[in-house]
């Protein structure tokens, strides 16, 4: 890191941490404004909602997954918007922040317990949230690690230790406080980060039409591996469809990516926000429906310059990589080999001279080479070799030239990740390559905001989760020594949790992990959430058995059936010896369909049936929980 | 369209900036509708809640 990089990082976290001080002793909370009775400016609010809402996981991991898979993901985009703020803000927003406070919830399993007058609905709602929330937390820390790396070449471990320390420090100085402007400033920095990321790419790209045309006529390059799973082209659907039961090899895997974008990525993520416990908990920030109202028009246009961005700009990487890259280096070795394991998925390896031939023939040719401000003792880069590669040597004291020619994820392929390359690597080498070095410094504070807001959140909901739905319900001591104690705990064990998964789990996993908490609390809490705002019908017995139908079918779903899942958890093939238990009789596509689609409809038909076949709940009791007064 | 041959992405890209001219409308026309007083649960509310907060850090 040089000294000008350093001086505008430490510039930034002493402004952060400044106007968190400053805002703090202001009395300038979200809670304060309520505490004083003041209306909270609407564009603050937003931008503090959106500050949440997006993190690096959006940015990089779905950027990197859109850079992949194409520019389909905008669906999601559509999603965010339409679902993620409109309905949000419109619908689910005001009856939320009026039912917190007549019921005076403070976390979101606590409005589910209280509505339904269920202490074991709000233990179990926070054991999912605490058990299962580390892996969003992670995803999240990895976005930011995953940058940190390239642009300061460091090692992953060390920026991932780095970025969680640096975000950790501010969540507990006072990011958890919720200082607004902190917020509002950390979301102004993303927009104006987003905002040259998309003029900057479609400028050097020759405009949209243009751009968007050489992507198209790209097609042919997509790999063969994707090809096969149904990847048509980085501007077309995947091919759609429904294997035949009973079909082997190509035929049942043709229809693969269609399922995992739209069932896993897109639904997944774009319903599953409606139940999201840290951005609901958002609503009871708030003092009226105006405030609601006029936050839509900053929480619409902010998300499209987020996640509208990435998916654009991802996708759009594909040929700035394959057409303009230029590396100007010194090449260290033109012939460096990299194995990548016997069935060409493990890491990849460096190969001595003197390797055994059938690890040389297996290896991929690499070339070595280091930037011209790397030291000279740092670990050299690689580059994937192809034919359409060019090499321009430079004369005596010159750099030389390297124009790969890859696509976006072969781009990403070096010693330590598999041939296939990790998507969660595009964008960092995006920015790293074809912007200019500033600019990766705006960008890392882009997501380092992007971050710091998203884990203050989740901090707290872990926290609150374990400390004061779990433990608080269980022994019925308020605000105890101890309780406080479990709060802390919980948000340092899932700090922790967070970073062991980070460390193991990495590449291509943060829009993965992003999707599966998404469509977990989806397909859990959403019947309930929406039972306890609009149907007072709905009674305790509807809304726990919905929970718990929801969570069981998706995590048996994703443990036994859902391929991807099932091989990465090794559950099913420690039990059973095999990858997946899908019968032979069914659809290969079974295997890559989503568990919220097969789980949220249950866990909709469970509440709705249980409900009306149990008795309802006392008339009195959903009075007051709809706004009436207290029963005696 | 603009470069982009499969109508379901093009229908993508322009439902992502309609649905955020949604937003913008909506919240326009609505900018004065919606203000309510606050009441002494909300103020009860938001002191607790920064009672916890201020707790657990």
Known sequence: ?632 | MLGIPDKAVFLAYALSVFSALLCVLYGVANWNKGDEPIQTEDVQWAKEEKEDIEETL
């Open chain 1, 1 to 632: 890191m040089d000294v000008v990089t350093l001086i505008i990082l430490l510039c930034y976290l002493f402004a952060i941490a400044y106007l968190g001080y400053r805002g703090y002793r202001q009395t300038k909370t979200a809670t304060d404004y309520l505490v004083a009775g003041r209306n909270i400016n609407p564009l603050i609010m937003a931008l503090s909602y959106g500050a949440t809402f997006i993190s690096t996981s959006a940015i990089v991991g779905f950027g990197g997954v859109a850079a992949n898979l194409g520019m389909g993901l905008l669906w999601l985009t559509f999603l965010n918007i339409f679902v993620g703020i409109y309905i949000a803000f419109v619908f689910l927003g005001n009856p939320t922040r009026r039912m917190g406070h007549h019921l005076d919830a403070h976390t979101f399993p606590e409005l589910l317990g209280k509505r339904f007058q269920s202490r074991t609905l709000q233990i179990l709602g926070g054991l999912i949230i605490f058990c299962f929330m580390p892996l969003y937390a992670m995803a999240v820390i990895i976005g930011g690690a995953e940058f940190i790396g390239p642009i300061f070449h460091i090692p992953f471990n060390a920026a991932l230790f780095l970025f969680a320390f640096i975000v950790a420090a501010y969540v507990i100085a006072g990011g958890m406080k919720g200082v607004m402007f902190t917020d509002a400033l950390q979301a102004t920095i993303m927009l104006i980060g987003m905002i040259i990321l998309f003029t900057v790419t479609y400028t050097t790209l020759g405009g949209f039409t243009t751009a968007h045309q050489t992507l198209t006529d790209m097609a042919p390059r997509v790999p063969a591996p994707l090809k096969a799973i149904g990847h048509r082209g980085w501007t077309m659907i995947p091919a759609f469809g429904w294997a035949k039961a009973g079909t082997s090899g190509p035929e049942a895997i043709q229809f693969n990516l269609w399922w995992t974008m739209v069932s896993t990525i897109i639904l997944g993520v774009g319903i599953g926000v409606l139940a999201q416990p840290q951005l609901i908990v958002r609503f009871m920030t708030v003092n009226s429906r105006q405030a609601l109202n006029r936050a839509v028009v900053a929480g619409g246009i902010f998300i499209l310059f987020m996640t509208g961005v990435a998916f654009v700009v991802g996708p759009l990487s594909n040929v700035y990589f394959a057409k303009r890259e230029v590396i100007r280096c010194r090449i260290a070795d033109e012939q460096a080999l990299l194995d990548p394991g016997p069935d060409g998925k493990a890491k990849l390896t460096l190969v001595s001279s003197d390797a055994p031939p059938e690890i040389q023939s297996r290896s991929k040719r690499f070339v070595a080479y280091r930037m011209p401000d790397d030291a000279p003792d740092q670990a050299l880069r690689y580059v994937l070799w192809t034919p359409e590669m060019k090499i321009t040597r430079g004369a005596e004291g010159q750099l030389d030239e390297i124009r790969p020619g890859l696509i976006a994820i072969a781009r990403t392929a070096t010693l330590g990740t598999p041939l296939s390359g990790n998507s969660d690597a595009i964008i960092p080498h995006y920015v790293a390559s074809a912007f200019p070095k500033w600019f990766g410094v705006v960008f890392l504070l882009t997501l380092l905001a992007a971050a710091m807001s998203t884990l203050s959140s989740q901090f707290h909901a872990m926290g609150t989760a374990i400390g004061r739905d779990v433990f608080e319900t269980l022994t019925g001591e308020r605000h105890s020594s101890r309780s406080i104690l479990i709060t802390r705990l919980g948000i340092v064990l899932g700090l922790a949790a967070a970073i062991v998964l980070g460390k193991t789990v990495r590449f291509n996993i943060i829009a993965l992990a992003t999707a599966i908490f998404f469509g977990l609390c989806g397909a859990a809490f959403l019947p309930a959430f929406l039972g306890a705002l609009f149907w007072k019908r709905m009674n305790r017995p509807g809304a726990l058995a919905s929970l718990l139908v929801g969570f069981s079918v998706s995590a048996l779903w994703s443990i036994f059936i859902n391929s991807k899942t099932a091989t990465g958890l090794g559950i099913c093939k420690a039990l059973f010896s095999k990858d997946t238990l899908l019968p032979p009789s069914f659809s290969p596509t079974w295997a890559v369909v989503d568990p919220l689609i097969v789980a949220l409809p249950l866990s909709f038909l469970t509440a709705v049936a249980v409900s009306l076949l149990t008795r309802p709940m006392p008339e009195s009791h959903v009075k007051w929980c709809f706004g009436g007064s207290k029963p005696q």
